[in-house]
């Protein structure tokens, strides 16, 4: 089974407004740690926000927030007013196990494209 | 600060050769992981290192691919008798630590293409 699904093969967006990326995952663990990256055209991953499984608030980083429903196990990445140079392919990763070794599993992506 | 970085940035090779990709780490960071990612797929994880040791190999793909890590710094990926399957972007990331909350930083990856 797919730990991280990612639905959405590919998404549009007129500039300016919000856009949400889909996200759900499965794991039997408690204790596990969620997060999005982003992949330009130009091939690296960066890095955009993090949620942990016990974290009641959902996280925030600038124009990106991350709707966690934990009864649903989905970890939805939202961008508001969205950019031209949010274009790019997302990522959808987990980090769960316990022993003090999480392995990233990544989700297969979803494609943004942001018109004008 | 200096990222994590990868070399080469580009290798074509026959069928049939040997290649090391290397990756050099974020200083400091003890966790490291290699991942393959095919054109338009996602990332498929490969190996990861604590330290020098490597608890998780499960996702090498055949015996044709090892990696060793030294000094709990840089890494090197080694595959042998390379098969046109093996085309890929591998890349490389560093973590602080394994832990559940720690993201990972990646390279800007190596293009491998196998004639």
């Known amino acids: 089974a797919q730990k991280i699904t990612q639905t959405q093969p590919g998404m549009f967006v007129q500039e300016k407004e919000a856009v949400t990326l889909d996200c759900t995952y499965d794991?039997?663990?408690?204790?596990?740690?969620l997060f999005w990256y982003k992949q330009p055209s130009s091939g690296e991953m960066i890095f955009l926000i993090y949620?942990?499984?016990?974290?009641?608030q959902n996280a925030t980083e600038g124009r990106y927030s991350l709707n966690f429903q934990k009864a649903r196990k989905s970890a939805n990445l939202v961008i508001s007013a969205s950019q031209l140079g949010d274009s790019a392919m997302y990522f959808c990763?987990?980090?769960?196990?316990?022993?003090?070794?999480?392995?990233?599993?990544f989700g297969r992506g979803t494609s943004l494209i942001v018109h004008p | 600060g200096a990222g994590v970085s990868q070399s080469p940035s580009n290798k074509v090779t026959e069928k049939g050769k040997d290649v090391e990709l290397r990756c050099d780490p974020i200083?400091?960071?003890?966790?490291l992981y290699w991942y393959r990612q095919s054109l338009g797929q996602g990332l498929e994880f490969l190996i990861y290192?604590?330290?020098?040791?490597?608890?998780?190999k499960s996702g090498l793909p055949s015996d044709r691919f090892s990696a060793e890590r030294t000094g709990g710094s840089v890494s090197t990926l080694t595959i042998q008798r390379t098969q046109q399957e093996d085309s890929a972007v591998y890349l490389c990331?560093?973590?602080?630590?394994?832990?559940?909350?720690?993201?990972?930083?990646f390279g800007p990856g190596t293009r491998l293409t196998v004639l």
């Open positions: 990331a560093s973590s602080q630590t394994s832990g559940r909350n720690n993201e990972q930083f």
């Open positions: 794991t039997s663990d408690q204790s596990y740690g």
């Open positions: 949620q942990g499984s016990y974290d009641e």
């Open positions: 990763a987990m980090r769960e196990g316990g022993g003090g070794s999480y392995i990233p599993t």
């Open positions: 200083s400091g960071h003890t966790a």
């Open positions: 290192f604590q330290g020098n040791s490597a608890p998780d």
